[in-house]
């Protein structure tokens, strides 16, 4: 049976290049890997691209973030600039038991707003 999922996700971008400083570091070190912390250069646009994704992906995956974690989902900068998904550990474990396997990110901003659409395809036994 093909199975054919999707999530989106909005984001005021503001709300994450405001966070208090007492905060910020203890925020992106739990919802960002090191890898996107790097790639992100301290931009908050594409910081808030990526928690959009995250954000779509548990919702294309019907577990929300609590079930799968922040870090299992992971997004990566393509060779073009593409957003590339990676999922590991829970997330990896929840879209196997569910027959998806290929999945198609989007992510764009405009005036102060990140949003982040994903479809995810495969086949359920």
Do not use: Y
């Not at 890997?33 to 928690?51: K, M, S, V, Y």
């Not at 779509?56 to 799968?68: D, E, N, R």
């Amino acid at each position: 049976m093909l199975v054919l999922r999707t999530g989106i996700d909005i984001l005021e971008i503001e709300r994450l290049s405001t966070l208090s400083l007492s905060i910020r570091d203890r925020f992106l070190n739990r919802v960002f890997t090191p890898r996107e912390i790097a790639e992100a250069q301290g931009n908050w646009e594409t910081l808030a691209g990526r928690f959009a994704v995250k954000e779509a992906v548990a919702k294309a995956l019907g577990t929300g973030i609590g079930a799968v974690g922040w870090k299992s989902i992971e997004i990566q900068r393509g060779a073009n600039g593409e957003p590339i998904l990676n999922l590991v550990e829970k997330a990896a474990e929840e879209a196997q038991a569910q027959g998806l396997q290929t999945w198609s990110v989007s992510i764009s901003h405009s005036k102060g707003l990140a949003v982040a659409v994903v479809v995810a395809t495969g086949e359920k036994k």
